[in-house]
């Protein structure tokens, strides 16, 4: 149990639709990253979130973008989707935005776009 | 570009033998090493890091890793396997200074036979 939740579990969409998936952190964590893992891959950072700021970004159009909030959850909206959208999303947060930061995950929200 | 490889997809042991992973990193500098598990339906859980200093790293679960500058390896061991570490392994590297864009590998997946 990592302290750190999202929301749905499992989604489903069709293609050219937008989405929205949240996160709920732990309590004080200032740094929230997204990431992406397709089917029998690892994790792909998306983007990283400080302090209600965007602080770094991955390979990933503008179509996917962010929210962090003062209550410690985060938003990852993707806009029109497509069926390569179809993955797993994690989100992981930690105290500060440092490597020495253990970061914590969520256990995800699966993604399907038909 | 950093990048991460692990060069084996599937693995089975019996349990009570002895595991080892492979993962080799490229990087310029001086890297941040992760090992993760992710267990079906759950998130990432960190098994240890390797920032700097002792190269022989001690985990969570009695797993540890060891950083092998000459040989690019951060290799992930375990004497006595049980049947529940079946699992995916991930290696990760990180810039040093943060987790903005850190590279995950694609996985080994465990089986652990009785």
């Known amino acids: 149990e990592t302290g750190v939740t999202q929301s749905p579990t499992h989604l489903i969409k069709t293609r050219g639709q937008q989405v929205t998936l949240r996160c709920s952190s732990q309590?004080?964590?200032?740094?929230v990253s997204w990431y992406q893992q397709a089917l029998g891959q690892g994790p792909q950072f998306i983007f990283q979130?400080?302090?209600?700021?965007?602080?770094g970004r991955g390979n990933f159009p503008p179509r996917f973008s962010g929210l962090q909030f003062p209550n410690y959850s985060s938003e990852l909206n993707v806009n029109a989707l497509e069926l390569d959208d179809s993955a797993l999303y994690l989100c992981a947060s930690s105290l500060e935005d440092r490597a020495g930061e253990t970061q914590y995950f969520g256990p995800g929200t699966r993604l399907l776009v038909l | 570009a950093q990048s991460v490889t692990q060069p084996d997809i599937h693995i089975t042991v019996s349990e009570g033998a002895s595991l080892e992973l492979r993962c080799n990193y490229s990087?310029?500098?001086?890297?941040?090493l992760f090992w993760y598990v992710q267990s079906p339906g759950q998130g990432l859980q960190l098994l240890l890091k390797?920032?700097?200093?002792?190269?022989l790293v001690q985990g969570i679960k009695g797993f540890e890793a060891e950083f092998k500058r000459s040989q690019s390896s951060f290799n992930l061991r375990k004497p006595s396997v049980h049947w529940s570490d079946a699992a995916e392994y991930f290696c990760a590297v990180a810039p040093e200074g943060g987790y903005q864009k850190v590279t995950f590998g694609t996985g080994t997946k465990l089986q652990v036979i009785p």
């Open positions: 390797y920032f700097s200093g002792d190269t």
């Open positions: 309590s004080g964590h200032n740094t």
């Open positions: 990087y310029g500098a001086t890297p941040y």
């Open positions: 979130y400080y302090r209600e700021e965007e602080n």
